[in-house]
């Protein structure tokens, strides 16, 4: 049974024709597409699918309809011609769209890339209009900060009370704040130290290698005790601390050093010390005191009741009057001792001490040789008298002064001066001599009782210590500077009233 020839025909007509024009509506659907948006690949690569299938679609077509026609017009032999031509162009057509599919794939990775791409560049052009419309404001923000930040830290090297040093590795200065050169001698800032060695300001050189070493080898040295070197070669003990800093390249790292003055914190453990072992020395006195004073009343009075029943001018009598000579010496040493021990508070009154620096004065120029000495006066007409115990201060003005005396020998200079400081409150007096001085050795022993740098019989070593007592019994503070060649200044401060008795207007 056959089919009717007219259906199929009819059929395979009107689909070939809707196929073409369907591809052509999809033609203009895409290119309508592409217009709205020329820079979408996808649209471009549906165009050439649409031109593709709109050949095969023709080609295909057509060859239908002329295949039924020829072949219900007896004409087959023309369609067997034909037909080679249009399996071709449907062959080459499905090749184009493969070709077009493939090669698109690769054009979409381009593309994603190139959006990518145009995304990051809108975006470095939006930072970029946005930094070009606001330069002038972060500038001047980046410029107010950083003027801030070196205000903060240029202000913190300037106040520091330490010494900031900064130095290259061969110890040539770079920079130094203003207590650095306060704390080396140099007044004046201008003084050029910029071509000076830090390691020239050292005492010993051995410290400074000491330093370097540690700091090439850590990158930095904590807390390191050494002697500096003053402008005019006084010596200062002093805390160094130094880091290496190597900065953001990393090449030519200066090292950075801060420099603390310990003498002030030295000499007041020393002092602390001194007065911790005198406390503890007077304890001591105190009891070998007491325990001597009464065998001592009893042979001096012993010795007197013999020195009534025998002649003056005797041998007897004589080896009597030696004993009672001695005895007193042995009790004077007690009383001293004495002296050291006792902290109970004492009678005082208003004195100038201006008037008892001149009766003490006067009492050892008529008692000693003081020809070829001379005596300097610096008295502060403005030191207002001052409350104090005057046999007590007048014996420790006559232990500095005879001290000041033994020191200079035969000839010399003693000087003697006072100074009010208003702010303080109080009185500094200061006893100088140009004698050889106290070695260095013996600075901190100069107070311990029975310490002493005379020769054997000419001192007790006791006048010091008494009057270390006295000072401190009074509130104020003793001290001395010496150096051996250069001479000695001993020097007391004592407070004022604190009522304000006697102070100048």
Known sequence: ????????????????????????????K???????DESNVIWIYLFWICCGFIAFVMSRSIGHILKWHFLYSGNESMWDIIRPYTGAVNTVMFVFVASVTLFFERIWKIHQQVV????????????????????EKLVAERTASLAVSESKYRRIFEVSRDMILVAEKNSLIMDMNPAGYKMLGFNDMASDLKQKRFKDFFSSKADWETIISSIMEKGFIPNHEIILKRKDGSEMLSLVSGTIDHGPSGKDAPIHFIVKDIE???FLENQMAQTEKLAS????????AHAMNNPLGIILGYTQLLMRDEEVGTERYADLETIEKHVKNCRSVVEDLLSVARSSPTARASVKIHEIFDEVLNFIQHHSELYHIEIEKDYDINAPPLLLNEK?????LMNL????????GKSGTIRLATKYNRDNRDVTISVSDTGYGIEKKNLSRIFDPFFTTKPTGEG???GLSVSYGIIKNHGGHISVDSKPGKGTIFTVILPINANGMGDSP
């Open 1 to 28: 049974m056959t089919l009717p020839f007219l259906p199929i025909w009819f059929f395979n007509l009107f689909g070939s024709i809707l196929m073409i024009i369907l591809s052509f509506v999809c033609l203009g």
């Open 116 to 135: 990518k791409d145009k995304q990051k560049l809108q975006s470095t052009h939006q930072e970029l209009l946005y930094l070009s419309q606001n330069l």
């Open 460 to 462: 007790t070593g006791l």
């Open 264 to 266: 002030q914190k030295r």
């Open 30 to 36: 895409v290119v309508e597409l592409k217009k709205s």
């Open 392 to 396: 007590k201060t007048r014996q420790v």
């Open 281 to 288: 020395i007077g304890q001591l006195s105190a009891g070998i």
């Open 401 to 408: 002064i005879l001290n000041a005396t033994h020191a200079v």
